[in-house]
């Protein structure tokens, strides 16, 4: 089971967190704050199931409400409150780490995930990697509205894991971008998958080897940068 902390936000604002302990026996040394997507919190089967398998895989994983959801509304916060909530939790898993680190714990490094259209991460966020699960490259069927410039200013190593059909950016349109970047930045393409990466019943795979695919991408990447 997670364990269940708050993060203060604001005077008087705060969020729910839940930590999800890598197997033990099996810790990479290596924490990853998931953020939710426009759709749905923290408690989505999506971001559970994600969450816990990441786990398995021992990858220490946090995930978080962002404050609209917290408070039960719908239509997402500015692009600097999204961000400003992210990064509350992270300064609270990084305290965390710290303390763990003079009980005699693991080297661990933060990585995040970002599902949320035109969130900005600057250089200033201080992380070791990201990973970008679906990202919003342009809104469906306006690709002459491109969200890729502040990506060039990120300088931590980056992960994009995007569907073929992704109506949000296929990895032919992100493939050019991330060729680009003057980050490490490596793209892991899910075949027939969609902005969910959810695939047609014709592939005759299994939605739920696709998530596994996915998560042991994630997890092996993550190991190489805890380990680098």
């Given at each position: 089971m997670p364990d269940r902390f708050r993060v203060e936000i604001a005077p008087s604002q705060h969020v729910t967190a839940l930590r999800y302990p890598a197997a033990p026996g099996n810790r990479a040394g290596v924490t990853?704050?998931?953020?939710?997507?426009?759709?749905?919190n923290q408690t989505s089967g999506f971001m559970v199931a994600f969450a816990a398998a990441l786990a398995e895989r021992g990858i220490d994983t946090i995930t978080f409400n962002?404050?609209?959801?917290?408070?039960?509304r719908r239509v997402p916060d500015p692009n600097a409150k999204l961000e400003g909530c992210w990064r509350r939790d992270w300064e609270r898993a990084r305290r965390d780490?710290?303390?763990?680190?003079?009980?005699?714990?693991?080297?661990?490094v933060h990585g995040r995930a970002h599902r949320i259209a035109g969130c900005r991460l600057r250089r200033r966020c201080d992380l070791a990697g990201l990973v970008f699960l679906g990202y919003p490259l342009h809104p469906p069927g306006r690709p002459d509205r491109m969200r890729a410039a502040h990506l060039r200013e990120v300088k931590a190593p980056m992960l994009f894991v995007q569907g073929s059909r992704d109506t949000f950016g296929t990895p032919a349109e992100l493939k050019p971008i991330v060729g680009q970047l003057e980050a490490p930045a490596d793209l892991f393409v899910v075949e027939g998958g969609d902005h969910s990466f959810k695939v047609p019943r014709s592939t005759g795979v299994s939605q739920r080897e696709i998530h596994g695919a996915i998560q042991d991408r994630i997890a092996t990447w993550l190991r190489k940068i805890a380990s680098g």
């Open positions: 990853l704050i998931l953020g939710h997507g426009a759709g749905a962002f404050l609209y959801s917290e408070q039960g780490q710290l303390r763990r680190r003079k009980a005699g714990a693991r080297r661990q």
